[in-house]
């Protein structure tokens, strides 16, 4: 079975500077990961993916999330918040077939203060 | 770009009613899902549909859910007779091909509401 936990389901963070969202996980497989970004009045829309090659993996909008399996996590990191960025981020886990049914993580809000 | 569209955005229905929640996938797509997000909760699969059938559903997936692909391009979720905690947003989301690496495509969500 999988699960995904979001730490803090609100974040904060002024223009410009580092945004760090947390994302842990568990899995019975090993995992694929993935952020997703929902802007208001959108639907999701994929931000990045882990598929079991580089660790470090690098998505669109400078967002870029480390999968650690010492962790269980895969956390989602930008270097400096832009206005733009404010939205509610999704991680989110494969399951355990070829279905490619998603388990999400609660959610986390970012805001970004001028 | 090519992208899942769903209506209505938005339905407010009374308890009991019957509601159908309509999504084209993306043309080419074979694969469509419906997952939903109750306020404040997660968001949560309920069915997944290849070549016509479902092959996976949740739990929460009971008798009152139904989906079908009537046509080529439309992909519907019949929910029979609404109840309160029905009330969330829905999202269709379709991909072309299967296995755990694909990319899913949401629309943006049909809001329901009963009441």
């Known amino acids: 079975a999988q699960s995904v936990t979001q730490l803090g389901s609100h974040v904060s963070v002024s223009e410009g500077a580092l945004v760090l969202l947390r994302c842990n996980y568990s899995?019975?497989?090993?995992?694929?990961l993935f952020w997703y970004v929902q802007y208001p009045n959108q639907g999701l829309q994929l931000l990045l993916k882990y598929t079991s090659a580089a660790t470090l993996v690098k998505g669109i909008n400078g967002f870029e999330a480390e999968f650690k399996k010492s962790e269980t996590s895969f956390h989602l990191t930008k270097p400096s918040a832009h206005m733009s960025d404010a939205a509610e981020y999704f991680c989110a886990v494969s399951g355990d077939n070829a279905g490619n049914m998603l388990t999400f993580g609660g959610g986390t809000r970012l805001m970004v203060k001028p | 770009e090519p992208e899942v569209t769903q209506t209505p955005s938005h339905q407010v229905t009374q308890m009991g009613q019957e509601v159908i929640l309509r999504c084209v996938p993306i043309s080419n797509h074979l694969y469509f899902y419906w997952y939903r997000q109750i306020l404040g909760q997660k968001v949560e699969f309920l069915v997944s549909?290849?070549?016509?059938?479902?092959?996976?559903k949740s739990e929460i997936f009971d008798d009152q859910f139904s989906v079908e692909r009537p046509d080529g391009s439309n992909f519907t979720l019949k929910i029979r007779s609404t109840k309160l905690e029905d009330s969330a947003m829905y999202f269709c989301a379709s991909t072309f091909g299967q296995g755990r690496t694909g990319e899913l495509f949401f629309g943006e969500g049909s809001r329901l509401t009963v009441l």
């Open positions: 899995s019975s497989v090993p995992p694929y």
């Open positions: 549909f290849y070549n016509n059938e479902i092959s996976e």
